[in-house]
């Protein structure tokens, strides 16, 4: 990528070095970035709300290969989604991605509105989704604020540490009037990649941060990190029994269901659920429109 010549006279000093530190550092040859397109970002994004990066690359590749716009998704059976899906977790993420391709067939003809109102109207999108799909897809001034922005900007702004939870409005208004005009695509990626490698939550590397001679925060020693909370183990989570009966189900054949006593003994050995428990994990899973049970046997949604 070019450095950020054009129009560089109108880009504050704080735009211009940030933007030229993504010149060099930034992570411009993931696959979403590298090729872009409204589709593209829609599937980026929602593979990426709740996964790594690292992850989510070569899934992505995968996904779009198989299922190469809103037309061919839309047309996909639920059951083939799931399973292109495997890997990434949160499962009820693939049906709500098919979801909004049938609806952007159905009611733009496969073309992604740019209008606020009309992104907001479709399926699974909120205002995060809506502003990253118009920053990331046409490069209109909107401003996604996750969790690295909204810690960026609360550092940079308000000299404060941003807290869990949702940004508040005042915050995401402030994140909109520091976008450069033209430039929301690099620029929101930029504080991204920044809040990812950077200025991090707990350990920020502010002397090699290039908005150091802008942020109220950087005089400010970083917080000591807090002791770490004792967790359950995953394995013994609820996540992770939902996701090892969706992969089970990704095995069987089309067309083939399972008995719910058959699935609890091929997975006895790697859950700790008794069969009861199970059977109620999977009525959840129907509830979600993941599975269809039909009496004691289960599959995969067709």
Same mark, same amino acid.
């Given at each position: 990528?070019?450095e950020?010549?054009? =129009?560089?006279?109108?880009?504050?000093p704080?735009?211009?070095?940030?933007?030229?530190?993504y010149?060099?550092r930034g @992570?411009?040859n993931l696959p979403?970035?590298a090729?872009?397109?409204?589709?593209?970002?829609?599937?980026?994004?929602?593979?990426?709300?709740?996964?790594?990066?690292?992850?989510?690359?070569p899934k992505?590749e995968s996904f779009v290969r198989r299922? =190469?716009?809103?037309?061919a998704l839309?047309?996909a059976s639920?059951a083939?989604?799931?399973r292109?899906?495997k890997g990434l977790?949160?499962n009820s993420?693939?049906?709500r991605?098919?979801?909004?391709?049938?609806?952007?067939?159905?009611?733009?003809?496969?073309?992604l509105?740019?209008?606020?109102?009309?992104?907001?109207?479709l399926? =699974?999108i909120g205002p995060y989704s809506?502003?990253?799909?118009r920053?990331f897809a046409?490069?209109?001034?909107?401003?996604?604020?996750?969790?690295?922005?909204?810690?960026?900007v609360?550092?940079?702004?308000? =000299?404060?540490?941003?807290?869990s939870?949702a940004?508040?409005?005042?915050l995401?208004?402030?994140?909109?009037?520091l976008?450069?005009r @033209?430039?929301a695509?690099d620029?929101?990626?930029?504080?991204?990649?920044l809040g990812?490698?950077v200025?991090?939550a @707990?350990a920020?590397?502010?002397?090699?941060?290039p908005?150091?001679?802008?942020?109220?925060?950087a005089?400010?020693?970083p917080e000591p990190?807090q002791?770490?909370?004792?967790?359950?183990?995953?394995e013994?989570?609820t996540?992770?029994a939902?996701g090892?009966?969706?992969?089970?189900? @990704?095995?069987l054949?089309?067309?083939?269901?399972?008995s719910?006593?058959?699935?609890?003994?091929?997975?006895?050995?790697?859950?700790?659920?008794?069969?009861?428990?199970?059977r109620?994990?999977?009525?959840?899973?129907?509830?979600?429109?993941?599975?269809?049970?039909?009496?004691?046997?289960?599959?995969?949604p067709?």
């Open positions: 990528m070019a950020p010549m054009t =129009g560089s006279r109108l880009l504050t704080l735009q211009r070095r940030l933007l030229r530190w010149c060099r @992570r411009a979403w970035r090729q872009r397109s409204p589709y593209r970002t829609v599937v980026s994004e929602s593979m990426l709300a709740q996964t790594q990066v690292e992850r989510v690359i992505f299922f =190469g716009d809103f037309a839309a047309a639920p083939d989604v799931l292109e899906w977790g949160y993420r693939a049906l991605l098919r979801d909004l391709a049938k609806a952007v067939m159905e009611r733009h003809a496969g073309a509105p740019t209008q606020l109102d009309a992104l907001l109207a399926p =699974g809506a502003a990253a799909i920053a046409f490069n209109i001034d909107d401003a996604p604020v996750d969790t690295n922005v909204a810690r960026i609360s550092r940079v702004v308000f =000299g404060v540490e941003r807290r939870g940004p508040p409005q005042t995401v208004e402030h994140a909109r009037r976008v450069p @033209r430039r695509h620029w929101s990626s930029a504080l991204m990649d990812a490698a200025c991090t @707990r920020p590397r502010c002397l090699i941060c908005l150091k001679q802008d942020c109220a925060a005089p400010v020693a990190a002791r770490a909370r004792q967790r359950v183990p995953f013994r989570t996540r992770y939902r090892r009966i969706i992969d089970r189900l @990704r095995d054949p089309a067309g083939r269901r399972i719910l006593l058959d699935l609890h003994g091929q997975l006895e050995t790697t859950l700790q659920q008794s069969p009861e428990e199970l109620g994990i999977v009525d959840d899973l129907q509830r979600d429109g993941l599975v269809h049970c039909n009496g004691e046997s289960v599959a995969l067709e």
